[in-house]
């Protein structure tokens, strides 16, 4: 699999603020998907990206993939106490296997 | 489809046994993940199977840890001895083809060894 960096680590919001978490990669990735693990809970696909410059949207969810396939970011617009959790960035090559990112703890404060 | 199904949820053992996590993948996915996760390591990937076959397990830790897969509907994980290092928790995911439409990932076992 291939690396990539997550950031930031954590982040703590108001409830109705925004929030956004970047992948980054050094090298171009094929495709990348999106997970969210609530606490104490397992990771759930979200979204795949191919496309260079794609955005797709998932009501208050939006994802986006980099023009050159490098990066990618997940941004929540009004944040709900339902948004709790760890987000992950999984990049995907040539192999089946999914290498994880480091996430992005969500904290939505009420 | 009832999901990708691990047992046990909990598993408390003592420094030195065998424990053995077990898997059931989504009837139809080809392939099987197993993956360990830790605060201080995240998620990381042990092992996964093709069509039950092992395609890459550079990711087990060492020759205490095994996986097999006997058939499409079943796989284990087993280590032995156990040690407190290994205390984790252990997810079990399944997908077709590709991955396109994503995995899909057990509750996982957590894995306590004192």
């Known amino acids: 699999g291939q690396q990539v960096m997550q950031i930031p680590q954590y982040q703590h919001v108001q409830e109705g603020e925004d929030f956004t978490t970047y992948c980054n990669s050094s090298?171009?990735?094929?495709?990348i998907q999106w997970y969210k693990q609530r606490p104490g809970g397992h990771p759930v696909f979200l979204i795949q990206?191919?496309?260079?410059?794609e955005v797709k949207k998932q009501k208050r969810l939006t994802f986006q993939f980099g023009e050159a396939k490098k990066n990618s970011s997940l941004h929540i617009t009004a944040t709900q106490t339902t948004d709790v959790g760890t987000y992950f960035c999984?990049?995907?090559?040539?192999?089946?296997?999914?290498?994880f990112g480091s996430g992005t703890q969500l904290t939505v404060l009420p | 489809d009832a999901g990708v199904i691990q047992s046990p949820r909990h598993e408390v053992t003592e420094m030195g046994q065998e424990v053995t996590l077990r898997c059931k993948p989504i009837?139809?996915?080809?392939?099987l993940f197993w993956y360990r996760q830790t605060m201080m390591r995240g998620l990381e990937l042990l092992i996964y199977f093709n069509n039950n076959v092992p395609i890459d397990d550079s990711g087990m830790p060492e020759d205490r840890f095994s996986a097999k897969m006997p058939n499409a509907s079943f796989s284990t994980l087993k280590i032995q001895p156990s040690e407190p290092r290994d205390s984790a928790v252990y997810f079990c995911?399944?997908?077709f083809g590709q991955g396109k439409s994503g995995y899909t990932f057990g509750s996982g076992t957590r894995l306590t060894v004192v």
């Open positions: 990206l191919v496309k260079s410059g």
């Open positions: 090298t171009t990735l094929s495709n």
């Open positions: 999984a990049p995907g090559g040539s192999a089946r296997q999914l290498t």
């Open positions: 995911a399944s997908s």
């Open positions: 009837s139809g996915h080809n392939s």
